[in-house]
């Protein structure tokens, strides 16, 4: 899509302000009604889902031209795609989808990304991950008790973030894995960013070059099946790819598999983890996650002015996320209590760390984490958990910053700790 | 631009981060669901992209509003506040003004369980006071225009139907009191708050002046800036310990209906009895919901999409539906209960009316229960095509709202059968009764496209030609009149009143700096 098909869309935008919420129905309380980060920090409506649209909008009739002050507008999104959520509750709008398209017009024009970006960008093009580590210390978090087959079907797609900064989920991950006699392969030092960073800050172009070269060096390895346990990854893979590139590898995300895993008796948790734990929906893990299903039809005048779409078309609203399987796990792991925020599912707040404004905002990101924390201390729990590295990142700086008591775990962690700590 | 001089004293009171006058930033502000109407009546070209405010400013107190108001009396420029902002008349007009954007005014100042008010400051939406509300056992009056917007922007500057309105009346009627920074920048507190530090009434000590701040139509932010608003609250009928509970994924959640509720849509063939009944069931104060649609509009209410609405239609529901009230009994206890549902029998019975939930031609899920109560339901008639309009309308008795709405159905005809706009048989109304007696909102919602020209222009000539039929055939004051012109178009055959209202504009406006767009401009006005 160019930003110009959507402008029919952009231009009925009501300025109605449900983006910045979540869904009418579901608010409980004043204190946590929001849904988008960024409209809570910056506060102009420009800085809403439905702000940034009618800047899209505003871009694309000539109205505007990118300024510094645009470019910060179109930028310090984290994408979550919370506003789209609440905005196709009533309408037939992808507020989110016209944010991204807005990121791809920015850099087509050479303004955007933000340096910040620019600069993660050359770094994965340069080392294949945006932290610019050697590529060599990709695995170096691989223990000497981890098993790996090099001739399995099934990939560990470990990511940048849990290879070089959250090397406990790659671990518990793998020791899983192991315990569940499950064989797995991993690239390696030949593993390559998935792309999310490059793809979400709008640099389509290059973003699409590293999904082709991911997927062909897939093939090439006889890859079948993919298991992440990052939420970036596993939305890129799973949902972004097959749009640009044509694979029929499974993609599954660690607490599918794990969910799995104890269904099958594969794995069993044994070990009390007494703990109060509340969860965090990763965005991408979520209403993010929902697959894009082609649709091909017409649209027929039903009712003067009134259209629909024959056969009926799919709308993306969020439902169709990983919402089950986590909660599932963590209420089987023996001595765990799960407790709920206000804000889950589709309707989750977002941690503030995607589409590029942990880099570009690191403010803005931090204040974000610390406003989803005081939504978690409110439920009582003692425990965060959530099922992303990037999340997990952000979280336990915010954790930090505000001297919480709280504490972050990963979901494969306490699985791993209900297990015995492995095989 | 403003002057640079200028632009600084404004940062001055707000900080940097709080003040833009980037085009983009200021876009956001100039485009308005309904411009395009607006422009198309005056003959432009219709778009949603109104005047550009030269600045937007967030100020977070009362004294930084009245700083700012203050400065703008000094500068010669125009402001405009707003809430939520949701509407043409929330813009600028004046190509030299700046928006005060009130969003992080945002507390809920005190809930005064006893003396059943709370007061509020501008960016608390309908949605998270009714929230903050049950642990007292109150709710709030909610305009129709939806759970997001904001309570105060109503209470202070519009009429304010809404669909508890049998039980909670409209938002003009239920404002106590006010924290007003008058246009020169003087702060006014109406109401018994300086007296006693309470807000229980918006009349005296001394003169009432609530006429003044506000009138019958509100004065769309043309009349300086409410910055706490104490508003009236209702008991609401559920025992203190039920909670608003969700579960459930989107579209379909479910939602925990309180013990002693239940709807009804009572349908009659004839308008004559849905008129009797509509009376009566309002005299007798069964229902906290009285709502009156289209056939068509009955197939959205109670469904969660599009695609679900149309087959609804297609499904037979216009073939067995007429002139209905959807309504809600929500009793406190069981007796009161009974006592309610047999009086809908009894009215019903008495006029030959039909239930169709009872008969399955409809049927409200619980989530649409909460829908309802939570002003959610009138949002649901964008689903047909993102984008409607309403007439003015007319707020008088129950019998003036089925005459216009008889009125008006061949009127809209004439429209759809141009197809520029939406196809309801002419019947696409919204009718709620008030305050449990005589009198009754009504409004006549229309689908058209927004993106496309002819529609846009069929709808204004659609709105024009309604407005000539209130004057032609007095079928009382519109509940909605917008600027001058609209105004001066009522004036012969009442009074006059815009004379009033432009003293008024000028004595408190002198130099006319707080934005007349859809109020009226001063007679007086020294610029
Ligand atoms: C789609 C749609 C449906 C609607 N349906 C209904 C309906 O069913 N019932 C109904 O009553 N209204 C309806 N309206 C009108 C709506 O109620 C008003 O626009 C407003 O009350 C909505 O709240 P808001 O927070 O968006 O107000 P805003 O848009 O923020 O403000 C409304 C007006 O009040 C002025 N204002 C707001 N706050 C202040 C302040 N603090 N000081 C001075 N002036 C202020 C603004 O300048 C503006 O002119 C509808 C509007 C739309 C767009
Ligand atoms: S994607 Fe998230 S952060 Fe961006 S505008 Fe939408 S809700 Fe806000
Ligand atoms: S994007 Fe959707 S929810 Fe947001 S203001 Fe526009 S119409 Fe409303």
């Known amino acids: ?423 | 631009m403003l002057e640079k001089k200028v632009y600084e004293a404004f940062t001055k009171i707000v900080g940097e981060r709080h003040i833009s006058q980037d085009l983009a930033v200021m876009d956001t502000y100039a485009f308005q669901w309904c411009n395009e109407i607006e422009g198309a009546q005056r003959g432009e070209e219709p778009q949603r992209f109104g005047v550009r405010p030269l600045a937007v400013v967030l100020p977070e107190s009362t004294e930084q509003v009245q700083s700012i108001v203050k400065l703008c009396n000094e500068h010669d420029v125009t402001f405009k506040a707003f809430c939520t902002g949701m509407g043409p008349w929330a813009g600028v007009s004046d190509p030299r003004a700046i928006q005060i954007d009130l969003r992080r005014m945002n507390r809920i100042i005190e809930v005064d369980e006893k003396n059943m008010y709370a007061v509020i400051e501008p960016y608390v939406t309908n949605a998270e006071l009714q929230s903050e509300l049950f642990e007292f056992g109150l709710m709030h009056h909610a305009q129709g225009a939806g759970p997001q917007t904001a309570p105060l922007a109503s209470h202070t500057s519009f009429v304010g139907p809404g669909f508890t309105s049998p039980y909670t009346g409209f938002s003009a009627r239920n404002v106590l009191g006010v924290e007003w920074v008058l246009p020169e920048g003087e702060i006014l507190r109406l109401g018994s708050f300086d007296h006693s530090g309470k807000w229980f009434t918006g009349d005296g000590p001394g003169i009432s002046l609530r006429g003044i701040m506000r009138g019958w139509l509100g004065t769309y932010g043309g009349l300086g800036v409410f910055t706490k608003a104490a508003i009236r609250l209702f008991s609401w009928p559920a025992p203190k310990d039920w909670k608003w509970k969700t579960s459930g994924t989107i579209p379909d959640y479910d939602w925990d209906v309180p013990p002693y509720w239940q709807m009804y849509v009572l349908n009659f063939e004839e308008w004559e009895e849905y008129q009797k009944a509509m009376y009566e069931l309002s005299d007798r104060e069964v229902t906290m919901v009285a709502t009156t649609s289209a056939p068509e509009g009955l197939a959205a209410l109670f469904t969660n999409t599009k695609q679900d609405a149309i087959e609804t239609i297609f499904a037979g529901l216009l073939a067995k539906t007429r002139n209905y009230i959807v309504m809600l009994v929500a009793a406190h206890t069981q007796r009161e209960f009974d006592f309610r549902t047999k009086l809908v029998r009894l009215i019903m019975e008495k006029y030959g009316g039909n239930d169709l939930i009872a008969e399955g031609v409809t049927t409200p899920m619980p989530m649409h229960y909460g829908e309802t109560v939570r002003n959610m339901l009138g949002g649901h008639a964008f689903r047909f095509s993102n984008c409607f309009q309403s007439t003015h309308g007319g707020m008088d008795t129950i019998s003036m709202a089925v005459r216009l709405a008889q009125l008006n159905q061949p009127i809209k005809q004439k429209y759809i059968d141009k197809g520029v706009i939406g196809d309801d048989r002419g019947l696409g109304i919204w009718i709620t009764s008030y305050e449990s007696g005589h009198m009754a909102h009504m409004e006549a919602p229309t689908v058209y496209d927004p993106t496309d020209i002819e529609s846009c222009l069929g709808y204004a000539a659609y709105q024009d030609d309604c407005n000539q039929l209130d004057l032609d055939n007095a079928l009382g004051m519109p509940f909605f009149i917008v600027g001058d012109e609209v105004h001066n178009f009522y004036a012969k055959r009442a009074m006059n009143y815009p004379d009033w209202l432009r003293k008024i504009k000028g004595a408190f406006d002198p130099n006319g700096v707080s934005d007349p767009s859809h109020y009226v401009k001063g007679v007086e006005k020294k610029k």
């Open chain 1, 1 to 423: 899509m160019t930003l110009g098909e959507f402008e029919d869309m952009m231009d009925s935008c009501v300025r109605c302000s449900k983006c910045k919420f979540i869904p009418q129905l579901v608010i409980q309380s004043k204190r946590f009604s929001s849904i988008c980060p960024s409209i809570d920090y910056y506060n102009f409506h420009a800085y809403s889902g439905g702000g940034r649209m009618i800047v899209a909008s505003a871009y694309h009739k000539g109205r505007v031209e990118l300024t510094k002050e645009m470019l910060d507008v179109i930028y310090s999104c984290t994408n979550c795609g919370g506003c789209e959520v609440s905005c196709k509750w009533v309408y037939e709008l992808e507020p989110n989808e016209a944010i991204h398209e807005l990121r791809v017009a920015a850099v087509e024009a050479g303004a955007g990304p933000m340096p910040k970006h620019k600069k993660y960008i050359e770094l994965v093009e340069r080392n294949n991950n945006p932290y610019g580590e050697d590529p060599e210390k990709r695995p170096a978090w691989l223990t000497d008790d981890i098993t790996t087959d090099e001739s399995s079907s099934t990939l560990y797609f470990v990511g940048c973030t849990a290879s070089y900064r959250r090397e406990e989920i790659a671990v518990a991950t793998a020791k899983i894995l192991n315990s569940a006699g499950e064989d797995f392969r991993l690239m390696g030092s030949d593993e390559m960013c998935c792309g999310s960073p490059v793809f979400r800050v709008g640099d389509e172009k290059k973003a699409i070059e590293i999904m082709k070269s991911n997927i062909e060096q897939f093939k090439e390895t006889g890859i079948e099946k993919i298991i992440t346990s990052c939420s970036g990854c596993y939305n890129m893979l799973k949902v972004e790819y097959p749009r640009f590139v044509e694979h029929d590898i499974e993609v599954i995300h660690t607490s599918q598999m794990i969910e799995e895993f104890i269904e099958e008796e594969k794995i069993k948790l044994t070990e009390k983890v007494p703990m109060k734990v509340t969860y965090h929906d990763p965005c991408h893990l979520g209403r993010m996650a929902e697959p894009y299903v082609p649709w091909e039809g017409e649209k027929i005048e039903v009712l003067s002015q009134v259209f629909i779409y024959d056969p009926p078309k799919p709308v993306r609203r969020g439902a169709g996320g990983v919402y089950d399987a986590p909660r599932n796990v963590l209420k089987q792991i023996p001595g765990v209590e799960l407790v709920e925020m206000e804000r889950i599912r589709e309707y989750s707040y977002c941690c503030g760390a995607g589409g590029g404004c942990r880099s570009a905002y690191p403010d803005f990101a931090l204040w974000a984490s610390n406003e989803r924390l005081e939504e978690a201390e409110s439920t009582d729990a003692s425990t965060l958990v959530s099922a992303c590295p990037f999340c997990g990142t952000n979280f336990k700086e915010g954790i930090e910053s505000r001297k919480s008591e709280m504490d972050y775990f990963d979901l494969t962690e306490l699985v791993l700790r209900s297990m015995g700590g492995g095989k």
